[in-house]
């Protein structure tokens, strides 16, 4: 089992993978809204997965190379896989019904899930300074998810949707820790590959009916861009940034960055040309920020092993 890399230099790596991997999983949102009801979930999440293969496995020959002792208990690698594209299938079955609001509000329950995994499976204890940081983190989110109006806050009703989402949630957050628990040494674009080739073979079994019935010439464009974006930044890319990061650092620091998200979702929702926020809100996004400046101040030199 890896013990992970140390150092405030390695710490401050993970940080800004994360900060990279808020933005494009924003990104996704954006554009997963757009096609939700354009195509099955399985068969999106099963071709984003195969193509993300390709890309992530020609990288890892290219670089470091696959070597032998990656296929070493090649049982981790379904573990990771399956309960990844539990996530991304839960994730569209869950907006089928859900309302994008109380889909996010959902989403901003990973951080806290991951730290209690990360407990279960690592020991990693959260800290007072870092449980202050992650109660911050939650407001500023629910703040710029609810767009300042505590009515809508205040209404909020858990639905089907909703309950699907957070199963999915609970399987990220999972998720996390177990690639600490699970690495063995691995590169982590090695270790990418095999999760993703796990969960292509994973995906291709459950969604092969969905597979087959998909026209797939005939889907719009903005599908096509879709798959492309999510494939490439959304899967292949943001497998590497958590992997990455998660070597160097506790798994709650890691799944905080989820709480940016809303935050880029804005500045996604802007680019589309979808209006600008008002103050209020984006007093909520500052927030978010202070609780991310609270976790970079978390690393006081100690080893990721035991920083909390």
């Not at 933005?23 to 997963?32: D, E, P, Q």
């Not at 998810?145 to 639905?159: E, K, M, N, P, Y």
């Not at 101040?297 to 092993?305: A, F, I, L, Q």
């Amino acid at each position: 089992m890896a013990t992970g890399l140390t150092g405030p230099s390695q710490g401050m790596r993970g940080h800004v993978a994360m900060l990279v991997f808020s933005a494009l999983v924003a990104g996704s949102f954006s554009l997963g809204s757009l096609v939700a009801n354009e195509i099955a979930p399985g068969a999106i999440v099963a071709a984003r997965f195969i193509l993300a293969s390709v890309l992530v496995g020609a990288a890892a020959l290219t670089t470091s190379g696959i070597p032998r002792t990656a296929l070493i208990a090649p049982w981790r690698y379904f573990v990771l896989g399956g309960l990844f594209a539990v996530y991304f299938v839960l994730m569209f079955e869950g907006l089928k019904t859900a309302p994008p609001v109380s889909s996010a509000a959902v989403f901003t329950m990973t951080p806290l899930m991951a730290a209690g995994f990360g407990w279960l499976l690592m020991r990693q204890i959260t800290t007072r300074r870092m449980a202050v940081a992650l109660a911050i983190g939650a407001i500023g989110a629910l703040w710029v998810i609810f767009r300042a109006d505590l009515s809508a806050l205040l209404s909020f009703q858990v639905g089907r949707g909703e309950l699907i989402f957070f199963v999915g949630c609970t399987a990220h957050a999972f998720y996390t820790p177990l690639i600490r628990a699970l690495n063995r040494g691995e590169p982590p674009v090695v270790f990418t590959f095999g999760t993703l080739v796990a969960g292509s073979l994973v995906m291709t079994a459950y969604a092969w009916p969905s597979l087959r019935a998909t026209d797939w010439p005939g889907l719009a464009p903005i599908v096509w861009i879709t798959i492309a974006y999510t494939t490439i930044f959304a899967t292949a890319v943001t497998f590497v940034l958590v992997q990455y990061a998660t070597l160097r650092l506790p798994s709650a620091k890691v799944m905080a960055y989820t709480y940016l998200t809303p935050s880029w979702v804005i500045l996604w929702e802007i680019g589309l040309g979808h209006g600008v926020p008002g103050g209020m809100i984006l007093a909520g996004a500052v927030l978010t920020i202070v609780a991310l400046l609270m976790l970079l101040r978390d690393e006081d030199g100690v080893p990721v092993s035991q920083a909390g």
